[in-house]
């Protein structure tokens, strides 16, 4: 009866709200106009030939296809900037083009974008960008400028001010701007025609179009520039590319969250209502499911309750402070505001600001029987807002040093990449970089681990491969994942609808054993792979998770699908995905102890007793570490 109730008056506030809502959408949203554009074949480059003016960059013409793509009619203007980015915008300044803009900048409002839609954008290619300004495949007439000849009636140049976008008159595919008014960032790094390969300039990237402060020359529709990311001019803008269906192509709609406030009635005390009536369903909900759940919970939070408390001076779970870590290399800043992290390197358990996440590193089988210790390390460090930083190390079991190594390892990454997060600042601007700054960054960071490393072997003059091992990082937002990893683990999320999937592939050889660490001789080699992935190889998670997993070696076994038989080819392959049934009861029981506050030496203790002794654990040889966090 409850549920029948609920969804009747959903929908007649539904159709209460359904016109107003459909009338007035212009009037309540920012809308971004798109232009289809057709794909097909288009010779890039300088084509005229009596074009007194081209650069040798613009030679030699190359023939190109693309697929169909969606462009912005215009360029992104100060209103539109200032809505997703914040700020305010007086009524004169509202449609001009945004100026004074670097790559990275375009970059930011295009993730926050993304976040605030719910959509995928990105800078258009310089493929694509050339292709639009010269109309596509309605292309039937050569034109210097976006459209026409006759510079005058496409674009704003030889001028101190930008203007209104779209005042020009456009090109066929309805397109303003794409000459004059603001150059336009493209995704390319700027390399010449005659190699592509070339990487001189490639810290330099592609801007397009000419400016409303530049000669007539700088707006041909084929002239090239390469600039650096990091530079700002005031004629320097963008237009964006839209990925998505052809249906939502036409205007995407941002909501106004100033003109939502202000328009207050009736139809709000309705959706108070309904706000009302949704909270109270889902407590209902929420309140039959757990007096359902708790008895079979119950069993593991009773074993729990057997283990001994360990001293806060002994276990230090919990901590609000992040250790202050001894190393031969110096720690380059202090931590930041509200950190915690796992003092003991074996197990912990921390409660953060929304999240529970758990961890431990357990001897294996084989290293007792040897009398070796656990080459296994592991690190989480809790930052703020929703940020923070788990790395998990496996030391080669081939080196003599290997637990050192990995000890070094989990400190040092974890202290350069929170120096990164506060360098880059993407806590405060609500960001995750793009993928391409995202391996640079990453590839940077270990190098330095490396090094660190390195100067640790020379100090205490041990072979460098004395210290081998394997490292997995995973940063973890709001806003979803970073990772970056060297050699074989595993590492997953789960999505908000609860299934897990994998983030990383193992680096693994030819033969089961063989794998690669971040002490191997493979930094000064470009692009150098295995098993056909890069070295180290970075991946971005663009989506809200509600938790995460990274784990050596040693649990995978357990908990990931990583042998089967390919039908097609007759060979064992991996499918690198991680078991459902293994990990849905561990998040129940993550869930539970944060329901039931159960205290976090308990929790971290019986994290380890569970790699250690049960049964699908207990026979491993290898090391085990098993990190979980779960997002609430």
Not at 416 to 426: A, P, Q, R, S, T
Not at 568 to 597: E, M, S, W, Y
């Amino acid at each position: 009866m409850g549920k029948k109730l609920f969804i009747l008056l959903t929908l007649v506030l539904c159709l209460h709200n359904y016109k107003s809502k459909a009338s007035n959408i212009l009037n309540d949203s920012i809308a971004i106009k798109f232009v289809r554009v057709e794909g097909g074949d288009f010779l890039m480059g300088s084509t005229i030939h009596c074009d007194t003016l081209r650069q040798d960059d613009e030679l030699p013409v190359k023939k190109l296809k693309l697929d169909t793509y969606y462009i912005s009619a215009y360029e992104i203007t100060n209103e539109q900037w200032c809505e997703i980015m914040g700020g305010e915008c007086s009524i004169g300044d509202k449609k001009l083009p945004k100026g004074n803009l670097s790559y990275i900048d375009c970059l930011k409002f295009i993730d926050s974008l993304n976040v605030r839609t719910g959509k995928t954008f990105r800078l258009p290619t310089e493929a694509q960008w050339e292709y639009a300004a010269k109309e596509g495949i309605n292309n039937k007439k050569l034109f210097i400028y976006s459209g026409s000849n006759d510079i005058d009636e496409v674009a704003w140049y030889n001028d101190t001010i930008p203007h209104p976008v779209g005042a020009k008159m456009p090109n066929k595919l309805g397109l303003y701007d794409m000459s004059g008014n603001v150059f336009e960032w493209c995704f390319d790094v700027y390399n010449s025609y005659q190699d592509s390969l070339n990487t001189n300039n490639s810290y330099l990237y592609v801007i397009r179009g000419g400016g409303y402060n530049r000669e007539a020359k700088e707006c041909r529709v084929s002239r090239r520039n390469g600039v650096y990311k990091t530079s700002k001019k005031p004629e320097y803008g963008f237009r964006i590319v839209y990925v998505g269906s052809k249906e939502e192509a036409e205007y995407i709609y941002i909501p106004l969250q100033s003109l939502q406030i202000k328009n207050t009635g009736p139809k709000y005390i309705y959706w108070c209502i309904f706000l009302v009536l949704v909270c109270v369903f889902i407590l209902y909900i929420f309140l039959r499911k757990r007096k359902k759940n708790r008895m079979s919970i119950k069993q593991n939070v009773s074993s729990i309750n057997q283990i001994p408390d360990k001293s806060a001076n002994e276990t230090n779970i919990g901590k609000k402070t992040i250790d202050v870590v001894p190393s031969d290399t110096p720690v380059s800043s202090q931590p930041l505001n509200n950190e915690s992290s796992n003092d003991k390197h074996d197990r912990f358990s921390i409660d953060c600001d929304n999240c529970l996440v758990i961890g431990a590193s357990v001897r294996g089988k084989g290293h007792i029987q040897t009398e070796l210790p656990c080459q296994d390390n592991n690190k989480y460090t809790y930052l703020t807002k929703g940020w923070g930083i788990a790395v998990v190390s496996d030391g080669a079991g081939s080196a003599s040093k290997s637990h050192i190594g990995s000890k070094i390892v989990v400190e040092r990454a974890t202290t350069h990449f929170v120096d990164v997060i506060k360098e880059m600042k993407w806590i405060e601007h609500n960001v995750l970089p793009s993928n391409e700054d995202w391996a640079q960054i990453a590839y940077s960071v270990l190098r330095r681990v490396y090094n660190d490393i390195t100067n640790f072997a020379q100090q205490k003059n041990i072979a460098i491969k004395d210290l081998g091992a394997t490292v997995i990082i995973l940063i973890h937002s709001p806003f979803g994942i970073l990772s970056t990893h060297i050699g074989d683990g595993r590492a997953g999320y789960r999505d908000c609808n609860g299934g897990w999937h994998s983030i990383i592939a193992p680096h693994k050889g030819e033969e089961a054993n063989q794998t690669i660490f971040i002490t191997s001789q493979f930094w000064d080699i470009p692009s150098f792979r295995m098993s056909g992935h890069l070295i180290p190889e970075s991946f971005i998670i663009r989506e809200k998770v509600s938790g995460f997993t990274l784990m050596s070696d040693g649990c995978e076994n357990t908990s990931w699908q990583i042998s089967q038989m390919d039908r097609n080819t007759g060979k064992v392959c991996d499918p690198n995905q991680p078991f459902q049934k293994f990990f849905a009861p561990l998040t129940n029981t993550l869930i539970q102890f944060h329901n039931d506050r159960i205290d976090a030496n308990k929790r971290a203790e019986a994290w380890y007793t569970f790699l250690d002794t049960s049964k699908e654990f207990s026979k491993e040889v290898d090391d085990k570490t098993l990190i979980l966090g779960i997002i609430l």
